[in-house]
């Protein structure tokens, strides 16, 4: 079963979608997916919906959502920032603990590309976070950042105090901050095993974020898994490369969140 859901984060409106298993005894896990940036709780070639869908066949909960300023969510992108995308997403976390259906001891996150970042840094601060898969994390945001500042972007921020990426109008906030989040250093406290799935062509986001993300979480002696999908981009984009994620991340939380 699917259904709209709206809850509010300062006031704003927070869209999301639930996924419910059928047919289920007593209280559920769940698993919270985090967009990446621009992007909405449906992502590229619908990856968000399918996994959701797998995963309450396979009798989990699933919630996707649109940050403030994305989707069908209140606000604008222009005052989107990190600061607030972890406030909505710590939101996410308490709304899924209360459902009824949920088993609040047994509740993951799923994170893409800046989602992944959201993920981590909520990993450090929240010990009740079961289980957690990061697809093509964000590791190193100051670095992003810098490298789409050329010299148009930068006298269009000191002009207008925003970007334009794509018809996206980015926040002077997002981007005067994006050096004070250091995701891997604080990955390292968390408690949660975290599987992390990258495609090894990704032009957005280099696959060695995910390697720093394994060595931070390894020197850490905490449990992790990498997998590097070969040729594959961003987000995934051939039938074969999505069904593959999708696999390994549903027996990922089969074992570590199901069992």
């Known amino acids: 079963m699917e259904k709209p859901v709206v809850f509010k984060v300062s006031g704003q409106q927070v869209v999301g979608m639930l996924h419910l298993p ?23 070639h619908r990856i968000f919906v399918k996994m959701a869908r797998a995963l309450a066949k396979a009798g989990m909960v699933a919630l996707r959502f649109d940050f403030r300023g994305c989707g069908d969510s209140g606000g604008e992108f222009s005052t989107l920032t990190t600061v607030g995308q972890l406030k909505d997403a710590r939101a996410a976390l308490a709304y899924v603990r209360k459902l009824p259906a949920v088993d609040p001891k047994k509740v993951g996150v799923l994170g893409l590309s800046m989602g992944g970042l959201i993920a981590a840094l909520l990993l450090a601060e929240d010990p009740k976070i079961a289980v957690a898969t990061l697809w093509c994390p964000v590791a190193h945001l100051d670095r992003l950042v810098k490298s789409r500042m050329i010299p148009a972007a ?35 406290t968390t408690r949660a095993p975290v599987l ?3 495609g090894k062509k990704d032009q957005t986001v280099p696959f060695t974020d995910s390697n720093d993300y394994e060595k931070a979480l390894r020197k850490a002696g905490k449990p ?19 069904t593959q994620v999708i696999a390994l991340t549903l027996e990922w939380f089969r074992c570590n969140l199901a069992s």
């Open 224 to 242: 992790v898994v990498k997998h590097l999908v070969a040729g594959a981009d961003h987000t995934f984009n051939t039938l074969p490369w999505e």
């Open 154 to 188: 930068r006298r269009m921020l000191k002009q207008m105090g925003i970007v334009d990426d794509g018809g996206n109008a980015v926040g002077k906030t997002f981007i005067e901050n994006a050096g004070k989040f250091q995701p891997c250093e604080a990955i390292r």
């Open 196 to 198: 992390l799935i990258h």
């Open 22 to 44: 059928e047919r289920r005894k007593g209280r559920a896990p769940a698993v919270v997916f985090f967009h990446g940036f621009t992007g909405t709780k449906v992502e590229s």
